[in-house]
């Protein structure tokens, strides 16, 4: 079994920036893909990026060049860096662990960006 828990949301300027993190405990050798979900209210939940072990990092189109997502695998952190955040980009930001185990998602974490 694994946990995700995520922190860094918070109330952002439009153009500002936050950096998510999602520590992963429990069975984090069965861990192959991780990534960063979000849902806006009255939405669905949509992709934003994701990263496989030891692979390439792949985004949506939606925050291509503006989002980075990175992986500690010593840490057992997955990062998500948010650039020029855009008001669009409000929402719960839901980490995901693939893996042997099947999916797993932390609690979420809200990012409001106005002004």
């Known amino acids: 079994q694994v946990q995700l828990v995520e922190s860094g949301g918070g109330l952002v300027q439009p153009g500002g920036s936050l950096r998510l993190s999602c520590v992963a405990s429990?069975?984090?050798?069965?861990?192959?893909?991780m990534g960063w979900f979000r849902q806006a209210p009255g939405k669905q939940r949509e992709w934003v990026a994701f990263?496989?072990?030891?692979?390439?990092?792949n985004y949506a189109d939606s925050v291509k060049g503006r989002f980075t997502i990175s992986r500690n695998n010593g840490k057992n952190t997955v990062y998500l860096q948010m650039n020029s955040l855009k008001p669009e980009d409000t929402a719960v930001y839901y980490c995901?662990?693939?893996?042997?185990?099947?999916?797993?998602w932390g609690q979420g974490t809200q990012v409001t960006v106005s002004s």
């Open positions: 995901n662990a693939i893996g042997t185990f099947g999916s797993m």
């Open positions: 990263i496989p072990s030891g692979g390439s990092p």
């Open positions: 429990g069975s984090i050798f069965s861990i192959n893909n």
